[in-house]
């Protein structure tokens, strides 16, 4: 980074003790802690939820597959480089799934599908593993174990638009709610001098690209259009975020398939009672978890909103004496939903107020003997600012108002 005051993730992760690294499990492989693991669930959960809000079913995949599956989806033709090799157990080959979509295809092939029940749309919070050379490694930016808030949606060819729009919907909201203020979309083409390097016929293309300039103007997204862009199996379109110091991330992707519906002979059953040949949309609105905690913890220079704060308040007992009473009014928060810590080691107050402060955890509750007397908490913002005494329960309502707010 160019600005000596901006804190690198890898610095905040330090800080607020999100992740590390181990020599033995190697570079490009994060562990993360319990915190960290916290702020991940977190973000996951809040994908997993908005996704099963807009109509998308949950599956589950397992992290390896016969080479077989891969063999036929092309992947290991096209895509090898980045997969880790085969590896042989009791007479049969596997593979480690580097995407779902082969995965989830066969899913989609456990029942004939009629046109009235498209489109079928399948999400999974995978991680999958790529190789990479442990140069190009640090951090969370770039990752071998990547977990994707993944989806594959199965359709028709006349909801193509409609389910672009859902998508460019879902990711917006993910940007509004993680407060990234500016955005555009990298629309990618067809090269139309370079037609055979593409499936699909041309009359295809066209009619698909038209309909996603069109949804962008309808829209009014902002959008760049790149030629010769496109993946062979379709166009794309691909959410470019800028974050809070003007740099610019690629995060949303919605992509339109017309290869592995043909390399797996998928169908559904049209009103005309013969087999039709649906498409597919692979979709991820964060992208790769760790990527997207990366450049999101970058964005917020380490100071996360209330709602998404893995401690939201830290307890601080002014001395030994109080911890029960503490540890009580803990129980009290927890019950409430409200992910509160207690600080108990044997270190003064002014100290456990720097190291609260130094995570950024938002709020800071400190209580001795006036405090437990009448059932108030001395509150302290990680901004420094002394909001007083509050009684308890005004306090509890306050947080949970503005974790509401997700503010
Ligand atoms: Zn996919």
């Not at 993730?9 to 003790?17: A, C, K, L, T, Y």
């Not at 996704?51 to 077989?68: C, F, M």
């Not at 037609?195 to 009014?220: A, H, I, S, V």
């Not at 207690?342 to 002014?350: F, G, H, I, K």
């Amino acid at each position: 980074m160019n600005d000596k005051s901006l804190k690198d993730h890898r610095q905040i992760g330090q800080e607020q003790d999100l992740f590390v690294h181990s020599e033995l499990v190697g570079s490009g492989l994060p562990l993360f802690t319990p915190k960290g693991t916290l702020l991940r669930k977190i973000v996951e959960n809040y994908m997993y939820d908005l996704l099963k809000e807009e109509g998308y079913e949950h599956v589950w995949s397992p992290h390896i597959a016969r080479k077989d599956l891969f063999e036929v989806s092309g992947h290991l033709e096209k895509f090898s480089e980045d997969m880790f090799p085969a590896m042989k157990t009791k007479g049969r080959e596997y593979v480690l799934k580097a995407m779902n979509c082969p995965h989830h295809i066969q899913i989609y092939q456990r029942k004939p599908i009629s046109y009235k029940e498209m489109p079928q749309r399948y999400a999974e919070i995978a991680t999958v593993y790529r190789s990479e050379q442990s140069g190009e490694l640090g951090g969370l930016t770039r990752v071998m174990s990547i977990t994707m808030d993944d989806a594959h949606i199965f359709i028709r060819k006349d909801q193509i638009k409609d389910e672009f729009k859902k998508a460019l919907d879902i990711d917006k909201k993910m940007l509004k709610d993680f407060g990234f203020k500016e955005y555009w979309i990298r629309l990618s083409l067809w090269d139309p001098k370079n037609k055979t390097k593409y499936l699909g016929d041309e009359k295809t293309w066209e009619e698909m690209q038209r309909q996603m300039r069109e949804l962008l103007k309808e829209t009014k997204t902002p959008f760049k259009e790149v030629v010769g862009e496109a993946a062979f199996y379709g166009p794309k379109m691909d959410l470019m975020a800028v974050d809070s110091h003007g740099r610019e991330w690629q995060l949303s992707t919605i992509q339109l398939d017309f290869n592995l519906p043909e390399r797996f002979k998928l169908s559904y059953v049209g009103e005309d009672g013969k087999g039709h040949m649906p498409y597919i949309i692979h979709r991820a609105t964060l992208g790769a978890v760790e990527r997207f905690l990366g450049v999101w913890l970058e964005h917020v220079q380490g100071i996360l909103p209330l709602w998404l704060s893995p401690v939201q308040i830290t307890l601080i007992p002014i001395a030994d004496r109080h911890l029960k009473e503490v540890e009580k009014m803990a129980e009290e928060l927890k019950s409430e939903n409200i992910r509160v810590e207690v600080d108990s080691r044997a270190e003064t107050m002014q100290n456990k107020i720097r190291q609260a402060t130094l995570q950024k955890v938002p709020y800071m509750g400190i209580i001795g003997d006036k405090e437990i007397n009448d059932q108030t908490v001395s509150v302290r913002t990680r901004d420094g600012k002394d909001l007083g005494k509050l009684n308890l329960s005004h306090f509890v309502k306050r947080v949970k108002q503005e974790i509401d707010q997700k503010t």
